[in-house]
């Protein structure tokens, strides 16, 4: 595995490196030792898979907020996405940065964003697929939301938006005074 930094503190693009022949090929996804080289040591409990069947959907922005706030390691396995991670920690030098990155069955690259990060994605093929891991369980009391087109993030999405849920279109933009979070 190959990781390779963002413009966003702490985040990463991951590039595996797969090893090929007749049969195919064989990648390693997840290594304690080489995720411990950029500071993750912590475990993971919990993994998720989703599909999205329509192109130029929009999924997020989400997060969860301490206690339960989650770092998280994505994949897409079918498909492509723009993958979309938004940096809310309050004392992060890259507060209210964003950084976005195609994921592709593909292209076979993952990312890592750390704790208080919002993350969301838009489909850039019907049927898409990915796999999720996560350092923190789901807690629904500490999810919450970024609207997605928040003109605070000015996230260039490559495609118009296709579908949006009702939940990810009704988030409130931030404003001026959000705070983001504390980890």
Same mark, same amino acid.
């Given at each position: 595995?190959?990781?390779?930094? @963002?413009? =966003?503190?702490?985040?990463? #693009?991951?590039? =595996? &490196? ?10 390693? @996804?997840?290594?304690?030792? &080489? ?16 599909? /999205?069947?329509?192109?130029? @959907? +929009? ?6 907020? *301490?206690?339960?706030? &989650? ?5 897409? $396995?079918? %498909?492509? #996405?723009?993958?979309?991670? #938004? ?6 030098? /890259?507060?209210?940065? !964003?950084?976005? $990155? &195609? ?21 850039? /093929?019907?049927?898409?697929? =990915?796999?999720?891991?996560? *350092? ?6 500490y999810e919450r939301g970024l609207k997605y087109d928040d ?5 260039? !999405?490559? =495609?118009?938006?296709? +579908? #949006? ?14 705070? %983001? +979070?504390?980890?």
């Open positions: 595995m190959k990781f390779l930094e @963002t413009s =966003l503190a702490g985040a990463y #693009v991951i590039e =595996l &490196e797969p090893f090929r022949d007749e049969r195919g090929f064989f990648a390693r @996804t997840f290594c304690q030792n &080489e995720f411990a080289k950029i500071g993750f040591d912590k475990q993971i409990v919990q993994i998720n898979h989703s599909l /999205t069947r329509q192109k130029a @959907t +929009i999924r997020g922005l989400h997060y969860q907020c *301490s206690p339960a706030s &989650e770092i998280k390691i994505i994949r897409c $396995v079918q %498909g492509a #996405v723009f993958d979309v991670m #938004v940096d809310i920690r309050l004392s992060s030098p /890259t507060f209210r940065h !964003w950084h976005g $990155v &195609e994921l592709s069955k593909d292209n076979m690259r993952m990312v890592f964003m750390p704790g208080g990060f919002a993350h969301g994605f838009q489909t850039l /093929t019907d049927n898409a697929e =990915l796999i999720y891991h996560h *350092s923190a369980f789901y807690e629904p009391q003109p605070a993030f000015a996230i260039r !999405w490559p =495609l118009p938006a296709g +579908i #949006v849920s009702s939940r990810d279109r009704n988030f409130s933009f931030i404003g001026n005074s959000f705070q %983001g +979070i504390k980890i």
